[in-house]
């Protein structure tokens, strides 16, 4: 009986001391790092920024049936912009307005101004307009449209006089997203003040003085910071 006794305890301890090497030869489970998802990059939030570009388009003079006809007008513009964008999946719907010091000018001698020179000028030009664009990530295709107001200024040697216009502005752009939280663009814009008027006492003409339409095509380029 005491031998078999000693016989079970013996047996015991000696699978007890193996336990740990068998312990260690069997497979440990394999951990694998989590794989690192970037978070989806979002346009939504406010923006502010600059912009600078170049106008050219038409402009005439008309007063009683006498007009000049089209005349070029051109010139640079620039100044700043403040927005705010919400993203809905791969659509972003925006609202985005600005103000512009503007030099597009032009002037003709002829028609209705044959033997002097009028010059019309438009010294600011500022739109409000919805944007609708189709993100590629961190590239953003637009098109826009909505308001455009600005000063006509409209000069003849006697004198000049300015009417503030309202009108509309419809183009397209492209933006794209770069360090975080800045972004540039380059877009194209077509705006329209409709037709200003210059009192016959400034400008001559008719009783009711000149009717001026102003007309531009505009390129510019643009660096927003978004919040």
Known sequence: MKRLILAACAGLLAAAVASPSFAADLPRPAYKAPIYTAPAFSWSGFYVGLNVGYGWGKSNWTSGGVTTGDFDVKGWLAGGTLGYNLQTGVWVFGIEGDLDYSNIKGSTSAGLCVGTTCETRNTYLGTVR????????????????????????????????????????????????????????????????????????????????IDVKFRTNIIRAGLNYRF
């Open 130 to 209: 919805g944007r609708i664009g189709y993100s590629f990530d961190r590239f953003l295709p637009y098109i826009t449209g909505g308001g455009a107001f600005g000063g006509v200024k409209m000069s003849v040697p006697a004198g000049s006089e300015t009417d503030f216009r309202f009108g509309y502005a419809l183009g397209a752009g492209l933006e794209y997203a770069f360090m975080g939280s800045w972004s540039a663009k380059l877009e194209y814009l077509y705006a329209d003040l409709g037709t200003a008027n210059c009192s016959a006492a400034v400008c001559g003409g008719a009783a009711s003085g």
